[in-house]
């Protein structure tokens, strides 16, 4: 086996946003586009990618320069923006795993010698990397899952989320890691940063409405948004955060028992928080408003704020209500199955 393919989700953020950075628990669902990668062994020690949904083609690299941006400035910023997370997942791969010189088992009896080796990769995705659904983790988890098969390492789905939170780390300096464990493991999880916890929940059903706001959120500058007013109100803002964490709990015990009028309520009050922190926008907040106008339990943002998607619960009978009011706003309603399955192998 030279060749295969690995699908992985994306998420959305159910509750937790922004506390979760600072070591309070989240709670974030995997969500039914995935993205998908062939990832193929060859024999000409070049790396090779193919991702056009982020605008790359052709891009090809010696092995052993996986990583290497200009010497002068940080890590791979001389590196096309879509392939890095990729690039960076085959270097992190291969220097945690082998020796340079070392040989791999490739499927029944065949080896390769790694430091000869090459990657092919090409991938592609069932959502727009403009949703905010967590595209770059997708990836991540998508090509060292398939690495770890292809190469007879068989890497477990805990090792494979600490080497693509690992990489995302890398790259963007910071990052809590629900996304990566929502593109490993699927489902709804309970998540704390770093993957301290991570625990899947049994649920009955997970009927989300989604809402795209039309506008892509920028994650790293909002949460320095944040950091610099935590700064300036550190009191203020952690006992924000503290009754954030108290709240995913509660949402939590609810999600388990299906008893969705509660984790509604339970999103108006986090949406209020969030609004404190400063993270909410005037657009989300109009599908927000409309949709529990409409009859919605609650409805929140979902993710870093400032755009990207809000999130909805509504009893059976008011749901076309409510994606019809978010509509009538300006939102876009984004047709999608929650709590579904983690990183798997297609073919």
Do not use: W
């Not at 989700?9 to 979760?20: N, R, S, T, W, Y």
């Not at 990566?180 to 409405?209: D, E, H, M, R």
């Not at 964490?245 to 986090?270: C, I, P, R, S």
């Not at 409510?322 to 199955?337: H, T």
């Amino acid at each position: 086996m030279k060749k295969i393919t690995v699908s992985a989700p994306g998420k959305l953020m159910l509750f937790g946003e922004h506390a979760v950075v600072y070591g309070r628990p989240c709670l974030v669902t995997a969500v039914g586009q995935r993205m998908r990668a062939i990832v193929e062994l060859t024999e000409d020690s070049m790396f090779q990618l193919d991702a056009p949904d982020v605008s790359v083609s052709g891009y090809r690299k010696p092995m052993s320069e996986l990583g290497k941006g200009d010497p002068s400035t940080s890590l791979g910023t001389s590196i096309p923006k879509g392939a890095k997370f990729v690039e960076v997942a085959v270097k992190n791969f291969f220097s945690s795993q082998f020796t340079s010189k070392e040989r791999a088992s490739v499927g029944t009896g065949s080896t390769f010698e790694v430091g000869k080796a090459g990657i092919k990769v090409t991938t592609s995705s069932e959502f727009s990397s403009e949703f905010g659904f967590g595209s770059s983790s997708a990836a991540t988890v998508c090509v060292i899952k398939a690495l770890s098969e292809l190469t007879g390492k068989k890497l477990s789905k805990k090792n494979v989320f600490d080497l693509s939170y690992k990489t995302v780390l890398e790259i963007q300096g910071q990052a809590s890691g629900f996304d990566v464990a929502a593109a490993t493991f699927g489902g709804t999880l309970y998540f704390v940063i770093g993957g301290k916890v991570i625990k899947q929940l049994n649920l009955p059903s997970l009927p989300l409405i989604v809402g795209y706001s039309g506008i892509k959120a920028d994650t790293v500058t909002l949460v320095n948004q944040v950091k610099k007013k935590a700064n300036k109100y550190p009191k203020v803002i952690d006992d924000i955060y503290d009754s954030i964490g108290y709240l995913v709990n509660q949402a939590k015990n609810a999600l388990v028992k299906g008893d969705f009028q509660t984790v509604g309520e339970l999103m108006n009050l986090n949406q209020g928080y969030l609004e404190s922190l400063g993270v909410s926008s005037d657009k989300l907040e109009s599908m927000i408003h409309a949709a529990r106008e409409a009859g919605a339990y609650g409805a929140k943002l979902s993710g870093a704020g400032g755009g990207d998607c809000m999130i909805a619960l509504a009893p059976n009978n008011k749901v076309e209500a409510v994606k019809k009011a978010i509509n009538n706003v300006g939102g876009q309603v984004v047709d999608i199955k929650a709590h579904i399955e983690g990183v798997r192998i297609d073919g």
